[in-house]
Structure formats: structure tokens, C-alpha cells
């Protein structure tokens, strides 16, 4: 999501590898069909502007409504993917919540009522927190993986 926002990309990070590969986990369950072996396509995801794909992925991300409507016509084959409480849905809810602290830093920069100090010093331990939220670690832990049986030998 950092890097489908206006301005400048922010520093690539780790985090950002593992939330493509969750976009692309979700694009999988929601629009595979094995009987033909082909992926459909999720509509609000495919649009000429990044800006654009970024906030219906922040939608996705925040809004019941707009998962149901992305994921209803899931094969019967891989919608248990997308039931409530498995690692994939486990997923959706971390990087949402890192979403979320984004938004609320977004509102920080914009507070008149706090000292520049204060606001600096605050921003500073939400960024931090908010990193501390996604490693591969968490990662392979939301997938119910041990990180040990993940590194290839």
C-alpha cells in the first residue's frame, strides 16, 4: 500500500515483498478457477492508475463489503481460503492493521495542536511499531508455518 500512494515511494522494504505476495495469495483464492485452469480478474485491482489500485486495496483492506464483493465468486474448490480465521483472512487483518496506524500517522503530520518535538517524537514510535508489525516471521506464523520448515536446505 506505501507504494501505490501520491508522491514519492517511500524506501522499499522487506514488509512491502510480503504484502504483494498476500495481494497475490488473495488474487489466487478470490478469481482461480481449476476447472479451466484459468484466473479470472479482480476489476478494481486492474485500472491504469496505481493511485487508484492502492485505495481499492485500502477499501479491500478496511470495508466487509468490498471483501465479500472481491471474493463471492471464489471457486467452491478454493473458497475455504477465504473463510474467517484462516491464515490467508489471518493476513488481511495484519496488514490492515498496519493500514490503519499509517492513517492515524497521516493524521499526526496534520495536528496543529502539537509541538513539532512531540509530533516528531510520536511519529517516530508509531513507524516503528507499525514495522515491527510485519517480518517474515509474523508472516510464516499467520500462515501457521514454522519458519524452520520454510528455509530451503
Known sequence: MDLLRVGDPPIHKYRHDLESFFYAYIYFAATYNPDEQA???????????????????RRFLEEESIRRDVTEAAHDTVKPLLAKGTPLMNLLYQFGDIETDRAIIANLVNNPRMTPERKRAKIESLEKE????????????????????????
Open 39 to 57: 484466473f479470472g480478474y479482480i476489476k478494481d485491482w486492474q485500472l491504469a492508475s496505481l493511485v487508484d489500485i492502492g485505495d481499492n486495496k
Open 130 to 153: 507499525r514495522e515491527a508489525k510485519m517480518s517474515f516471521s509474523i508472516f510464516m506464523e499467520s500462515l501457521r508455518v514454522p519458519e524452520e520448515e520454510s528455509v530451503c536446505k
